[in-house]
T-cell receptor, first 115, second 110 residues
């Protein structure tokens, strides 16, 4: 089964703790994205990566870090510097750049809450 | 000013109505335009993809892009209760930077 998998589904963070959200895809997509969604709001871009070993900051990168050591994996670390991390986090990969097949495939999301 | 502006609604219409959803943007580097539909606490799903200015039709859905005005629209004809969801516009630069609007929450009442 091809797809994009996020884990865990629910995550709790204590004050001052770093936590890492996993995102794995077996779709052979080059581009991957992390978005944050707050209640009643759209998706805000945290980081994106067009290719292995390269990534770019989005609108709200402060307090977050990423790595892209493998094509299949794009983990997101929420650091203690992120003061308001409670949100729904969505990872996506993209196919078909610049063609009518272009599409983002989303994972099922991780709900992060602060204890 | 946000790069992508979308009226969050909520929008409530009777079944069978024509729905018009809109987004404006400020960054002329956006070249690719999409509409996604999201049901509560799920990942969004692609509805429409357009590249050039003009109209694109797919069943009851029509996407419209006006690059000169930096304005995109999605029209839903003969709306159904199953169309009730949040609709997000999205747009991408050549460099891969992909941004979403705030999403418009639509309810279609039987």
């Amino acid at each position: 089964d091809g797809g994009i998998t996020q884990s865990p589904k629910y995550l709790f963070r204590k004050e001052g703790q770093n936590v890492t959200l996993s995102c794995e895809q077996n779709l052979n997509h080059d581009a991957m994205y992390w978005y944050r969604q707050d209640p009643g709001q759209g998706l805000r871009l945290i980081y994106y990566s067009q290719i292995v070993n390269d990534f770019q900051k989005g609108d709200i990168a402060e307090g977050y870090s990423v790595s892209r050591e493998k094509k299949e994996s794009f983990p997101l670390t929420v650091t203690s510097a992120q003061k308001n991390p409670t949100a729904f986090y969505l990872c996506a990969s993209r196919t078909g750049q610049g063609s009518t097949n272009e599409k983002l495939f989303f994972g099922s999301g991780t709900q992060l809450s602060v204890l | 000013q946000k790069e992508v502006e979308q009226d969050p609604g909520p929008l409530s219409v009777p079944e069978g109505a024509i729905v018009s959803l809109n987004c404006t943007y400020s960054n002329s580097a956006f070249q690719y335009f999409m509409w996604y539909r999201q049901y509560s606490r799920k990942g969004p799903e692609l509805l429409m993809y357009t590249y050039s200015s003009g109209n694109k039709e797919d069943g009851r859905f029509t996407a419209q892009v006006d690059k000169s005005s930096k304005y995109i629209s999605l029209f839903i004809r003969d709306s159904q209760p199953s169309d009730s969801a949040t609709y997000l516009c999205a747009m991408r630069t050549n460099g891969g930077d992909m941004r979403f609007g705030a999403g418009t929450r639509l309810t279609v009442k039987p």
